[in-house]
């Protein structure tokens, strides 16, 4: 099956910096990904979408300034979040799919610990 | 907005036992998928139901769509303590790329 690899597996940042988590379709060209977002016990929530060569489409709510969002390949997207506070600790997943295929492929999602 | 709500919210069953979670959209879907995730890991596509009425088997899993492609329903049969984690359902609406998951279902098989 298709593989998406998400790094780091988890991070703890100082409050204040800037951490990027870098998602990755192996074997499989990624027209687009997803980047979610999961608080303990809660389910995902959808922050924007990525399509490989232009501005990611953010979610209703998900500041842009905060969450930077690239997508400059068809096998890497990256998520900064920028200036982090400990409220920005969470699980941050990303998932993939190409062309038409409606099935998403999930990393492993990134801990992020703001301290 | 469109919403998709999972009922129950915990399950706890014994070992053997049935399980079912239910899914619910305000607004039609055009089609749903079904994904687990197990304590600390990350969630695995199980299926996609397209048609309504669709009704899908792997095992002892069972997935129904609904006439009117606003439910959907997750069936397993004799649970087993491998069948643990969350189980959450994600539509997708005509005209838009995204799925929106469901809240989840959590399941804990008791041996």
């Known amino acids: 099956g298709a593989v998406v690899s998400q790094h780091p597996s988890w991070v703890i940042c100082k409050s204040g910096t800037s951490v990027k988590i870098e998602c990755r379709s192996l074997?499989?060209?990624?027209?687009?990904m997803f980047w979610y977002r999961q608080f303990p016990k809660q389910s995902l929530m959808l922050m924007a979408t990525?399509?490989?060569?232009?501005?990611?489409?953010?979610e209703q709510g998900v500041e842009k300034d905060k969450f930077l969002i690239n997508h400059a390949s068809l096998t890497l997207s990256t998520l900064t979040v920028t200036s982090a506070h400990p409220e920005d600790s969470s699980f941050y997943i990303c998932?993939?799919?190409?062309?038409?295929?409606?099935?998403?492929?999930f990393g492993q999602g990134t801990r992020l610990t703001v301290v | 907005g469109q919403q998709v709500m999972q009922i129950p919210q915990y399950q706890h069953v014994q070992e053997g036992e049935d399980f079912t979670t239910y899914c619910n959209s305000s607004t039609t879907l055009s089609n749903i998928q079904w994904y687990k995730q197990r304590p600390g890991g990350h969630p695995v596509f199980l299926i996609q139901l397209v048609k309504s009425g669709e009704v899908k088997k792997q095992k002892r899993l069972t997935f129904q769509f609904g006439e009117a492609k606003k439910n959907s329903s997750l069936h397993i049969t004799a649970t087993q303590t491998t069948d643990v984690g969350t189980y959450f359902c994600?539509?997708?609406?005509?005209?838009?790329?995204?799925?929106?998951f469901g809240t989840g279902t959590r399941l804990k098989v008791l041996a």
């Open positions: 998932s993939a799919r190409w062309g038409g295929n409606t099935e998403a492929f």
């Open positions: 074997d499989f060209q990624a027209t687009t």
């Open positions: 990525s399509n490989e060569g232009s501005k990611a489409t953010y």
């Open positions: 994600a539509g997708q609406y005509s005209g838009t790329y995204k799925y929106i």
